[in-house]
């Protein structure tokens, strides 16, 4: 793990730094502000630690830019303060995690490696599925771009792809009340749509299944 740790005191710095490289874990230390936003910016890091009161620009207000920015990095808070508030404040902010002063580096290397084992958070815009990144904003797959009803279509396999999705669905929610008299359009666009993923993707692929209707598999689980 690759990790930026912005705190100005720089005998707690050296001792923190020293037991989280002992841990293994690369780390980043700045002591201001305005060098740690720069940094956190970068998306080369796996978590921030943040501390809270910095020269020049406050944590708060670095955890704030970077949201707003839509970095992702998971953050944990450092503060002396340790009002409920000011830890409401930084949760509302988007910190991932939040730890008084004076804590024991044990807590915080346990704190790092149980952010590493969540989940990444993704951009509401985007959905993946195997190698398949698709992003809503601009209807593009892997960088490809889509027709509207090709877009659609995929967006309805993306949506709980466990489950198969039936003809019948796929007439009603793409085509509606159009869909009188054109039964062959979900085969002609799932046509369309494997061909594209075929272009793109290396591990997924569209699945007929009998009978329920068309799901999105992965080519090396049966």
Known sequence: MRILYVEDEKYLADAVVHMLKKDGLDVDWVADG??????????IYDAIILDVMLPKMSGFDILRKIREQKVKTPVIMLSALGQAEDKIRGLDYGADDYLAKPFKTAELIARLHALARRPALQD??????????????NRTLNGLSLTATEATLLESLLSNPDRPKSKEYLLAHIWGNEKDGVD???????????????????????????????????????
Request: glycine letters at 4%.
């Open 184 to 222: 062959n359009y979900v085969e002609v666009y799932i046509s369309y749509l494997r061909k594209k993923i075929e272009k793109v993707s290396d591990s997924v692929q569209i699945k007929t299944i009998r009978s329920l209707g068309y799901k999105l598999i992965l080519k090396n689980v049966k």
């Open 34 to 43: 305005e060098e740690g936003l720069e940094l956190a910016m970068k998306p």
């Open 124 to 137: 509401e815009n985007i959905l993946t599925f195997g190698d398949l990144s698709y992003d809503k904003s």
